[in-house]
């Protein structure tokens, strides 16, 4: 057939073919890159936000006798590496070799009092496998080798050690200070030095928050608090050190890298600790059991309950692509088997078998196909992100759905060498078992959608409920499948008053309109979804932005905030008000005040609401006003204080306020707890220490102004900068945003297929009308007419659908991870882009159309006669 | 006197002359019915037709009459919906759609019309009457399948032209390179639906020409479906279809003196029907019954006279 030769001839098509194919691979391949980059990109962020002793491997044991004690450090070594060894594969990868970022083992005692303290002090003792290279030594020296003394008739050991200078502070160790140890059991400590942290910032401390810190802790029913604190000891304190008379434990921290598991992992990684946790768990340990300690599994699944609606999302959005670009590349395939039908028809007659002829339209498709998929697929690694199956699947399912359906379109019309169309006759009528799978697919899709909704989804299985990613699909067939059924019925009607009138265009277009070809199905079908997904990324990508904005404002309460631990002068207050771009300027007072005589304290902020609301004017949060005052200081209380009537509180002085209403929540201050609001002058002299400012200065320059080096100024600008930046929300954003682009260039594409595929129909029966009077206008607005019903209709179906599918997908959308924690709700705001993009669809459709007709224009009316009929 | 049992079953055992006998296209009582929702076509109806092998015939009548759908069902694109059609002993109705693709690679070629409908705009004259060879996958190497080619278009006078593309040629020679691309595969039969009614008459001889020498040189049995006086007037058999059926056939033999002589016969079916020509029922104002009388050579037609007196 020489399907170069027939290639040639239909160059624009296979070129509008390939081009097609190969951003459908870009897409295909590169958007599920991308996300699932973002997705392991927050894991990352959220293990690095975890402390490392939820993140780490710990295995502890506890020694109870000698035999169980640990002496020397190659002890411990040696079990580090024993529990190295058994890690199970998923986990290997992750934990970091020893002696590398937190890894570490140690020995402590816990609850070790000192001797005549009445048990409100402990000095525990601790050992570090790698204390040389974390901490520094402040004073005195480094703990060396234990020595011995007699106490009360008996040899006990004295252990040197190094405390805190916290522990200096609080606790009165001071170096050369000797303290015994223990009620029964004695040991003695000299403290020889103080230290401090390396780098007290590095997350290896929160291992051992109790080294860095004394612990206060006040006992029920005393005044004074218990203190602890840790004590470091030396290597050659270890051989010393048993479990016998004291709670003794060591741990072994297996360091998990923070960059190192994948969100696709997740499931598998929780697994593997658990098993390993068992496997520790089965060591020979002496008397007492090694156990795993971890907050892993936890921090894993936390984090993917958070991704998993959101996953939901990415995975609709990118399945309705998936569908739309297949559906557009078989439209475009549609029209080149077309072109070259009736080069194929010839052939079949000539002799052609049912094989050569499919074959040569399947391999005219695959000559645009095979190249831009593996081009598509090559672009996609420009994209960052984890290799998943998709990348690899989705240019092959693209590459073969093309050549298939070329294929099998291709053989169902040359089955038989000779195609007696009559459907210029009669529209073939629908079979009944059509109309029953239609049916079917309409009850399936609105049981799926109640049942959704009145069930919801089963916990902690939201995102891969496959019901959720089944039931939106099914709707959008099933609204395809009625507007392409149903349409034609009002269209009718139309029609009817058309003929009555006296014009002949609207009658004879609308006519056209109304007899639905099977040629309309396609673009019906892939405009729908194209459109529903659009308007619904849309939505959604509007919803989280509003959300965004929210929350901004809900973490600052004001364009910008200054808080000071400090009170603020009045004169500072003065200076910040000149500050360039500051308009208003509201000073407040916040502490933390004492209700009535007992320990109960709330959080309470005195401001002048009615000057606070004029900050946040404009702003997508308010305070309530002050409620026109009656006896005695006014407050808004939380709902916690909710009831009490009036409150006594003890600020500067002792003031009684009384309830005169409640607030949920204050912007940028309080959300939960016991608070109050209260009038700005409610102390007699007001100690500012916020300032509440409206205006959009530089920070930076108020923070100069306020000349306070401890006050902070937050900003709500950086506030929702911060929460667009995270990963998950950028890339969210830009994926709603390629995947709307996308969708809506699709669209535009197959409306103009559609308008391409049926041109020669169209060009024949205007070639028959003009020779009867039909002037060139009347002409084009009969395309218009013709066109314009299915456009306008499957637009607004569409719109309908995008608009509808948050309020049917109901429970299984929630956003709240992109939008800084707070819940995204009600997806009805952006109305107008959705709008938009329907209207902008139809337009631009409408305006292909009438340049399809003046291009069809040039055509020599007598040209299509002279041709006679079509096979 | 009534027959035996052994008469009677001797008579129902003994072989019956087939209708056509063993000629080249056999159609009897053929009926193709197009059913459409809603709508349903009789294109023929009981349409019957005898060609010899190597015959050169031409078949006309009126628009819609039936012609193009009869020559589908002989080139084998289409399927008739009852009777008999046979050609070179194959048996259309019956075939599968393996022995229907065998039938249009080796026993029939085709030309039609539309000059543009023959040939693939994009291939050369000499590719395009290579491409049912290749179609047909015959076992002959390129040498041999171009040779074939340029023997045919050098045969009907195109030789010339092999190497340009049919845009590039004239209506007559894309016709006669159609000729040759129907030929390709050696077919015994070629089937051509109105090939010269897009030429001017000057052309439409050599197109028919080059027919009329596929005939002769290669034996091949032509039919050619036309409206074309000059084609209709230069065979020896023409055959009129009317409403679906064949109505009339007109013979041309050499008379004594040299000169052509044309005769009109009506056609009798196998069941003695027969239709008479419109004009000469209008002429004789003959509508629902005429009188037959047999005489010795010749049955008379006569139309029924209204006499009172005879009906009392």
Known sequence: MKILALARVHLGALAVLALLTLSACVLLAGLPRLVQGSFDAALHQSLRGATASQVDLAVRVESRSRQEDLREPSQFAARDQRFRSILPDPLRGLVLPAGTGTGHMSAKTWGTPVRGSGGMTYVNLGWLSDAGRRVRWTEGRAPGAPGTMNHQGTTITVFEVAVTEEARDKMRLRVGDLRVLGESDHVAVRVVGLFAAADPADRYWSHHPDILRVTEVQPPGKLDLERHTTALISDAGLTALSGEGRNLRYSWVLPVDPGAPTSLGVSELTGAVTAYGRVVGLQPGGGSQYRL?????????????????????????????????????????????????????????????????????????????????????ALSWLVPGPVLPIVHAGPALVCGAAVGFAAVRTALAHRAPLRERRDDVAAARPSAGRITLEVLVVGLALGGAYLLRTRGLAAGTAGDDPFLLVVPLALTVAAALVTIR?????????????????????????????????GSVLPVLILLPALAVSVFASVIADGIAGTQRLASWQDTGASLRVTSPVELPADAVARVGAVPGVELVVPAQTASVQLGYGGERAEVIAVDLGRWRRVLDGAPVSVPAMPAAGSGVPALVSPELRGRGTLEVGWQTRVKVTERGVVTAVPGFFARGKFLVVPYEINERAAVNTLLIRGDADPRAVARAVGQPRAQVTSQAAALAAIENAPLTGTVRVVLLVTTVALAGYALVAVVVALVLGAADRARALTFLRPLGLTERQARGLTMLEILPMILVTALVGLALGLGLPAALGPGVDLSAYAGGVAVAGYSPGLVTPALLAAGLAAVAALGAYAHTVISRRRAPGAALRAGELV | MN??????????????????????????????IYKTEGVEVVALQGLDLVVREGELVAIVGASGSGKSTLLNVLSGLDVPTAGVARVAGMDLLSMTAKDRLRYRREVVGFIWQQTARNLLPYLTAREN????????????????????????????????????????????????????????????????DEPTGELDSDTSEEVFEALRTANRELG?????????????EQVDRTIGIRDGRTSSETLRREGAEGQIVAEEYAVLDRVGRL??????????????RVRLELESDHIGVWPVREEPSDEQ
């Open chain 1, 293 to 377: 300690e971890t907050g892993l599994p936890q921090l894993l699944t936390g984090f993917l309950a958070a991704l998993s609606t959101a996953r939901t999302v990415m995975f609709l959005v990118l399945g309705g692509l998936l569908a739309v670009s297949v559906g557009v590349i078989m439209l475009a395939v549609h029209l080149l088997t077309d072109r070259a039908g009736e080069a194929l028809t010839l052939a079949r007659a000539r002799g052609g078998s049912l094989r050569q002829v499919a074959g040569t339209g399947a391999a005219l498709v695959a000559l645009a196909v095979v190249p831009a998929a593996p081009a598509g697929y």
């Open chain 1, 486 to 518: 149903c349409y034609p019925y009002p269209l009718r009607l139309i029609v009817r008053l058309a003929a009555r009138g006296r014009r002949a265009v609207p009658f004879l277009g609308l006519t056209r309109a109304a007899r639905a070809r099977s």
């Open chain 2, 129 to 192: 009457v290579e491409l049912p060879i290749k179609l047909a996958g015959r076992v002959s190497g390129r040498a041999a399948r171009g040779e074939r080619a340029a023997r045919l278009l050098e045969l009907l006078g195109v030789g010339s032209r092999a190497g340009r593309r049919p845009a590039e040629l004239s209506g007559g020679e894309q016709q006669r390179v159609a000729i040759a691309v129907a030929l390709a595969n050696e077919p015994r039969l070629i089937l051509a």
């Open chain 2, 220 to 232: 091949v049995t032509v039919v050619i479906v036309t409206h074309d006086p000059l084609v209709s």
């Open chain 2, 3 to 32: 027959p035996t049992l052994s008469e009677l079953e001797a008579r129902a055992s003994a072989p019956k002359t087939v209708f056509g006998g063993d000629a080249h296209i056999v159609c009897d009582n053929l009926v193709r």
């Open chain 2, 275 to 288: 239709q008479l020509p419109r004009d000469f029922m209008n002429a004789l104002d003959m509508e629902r």
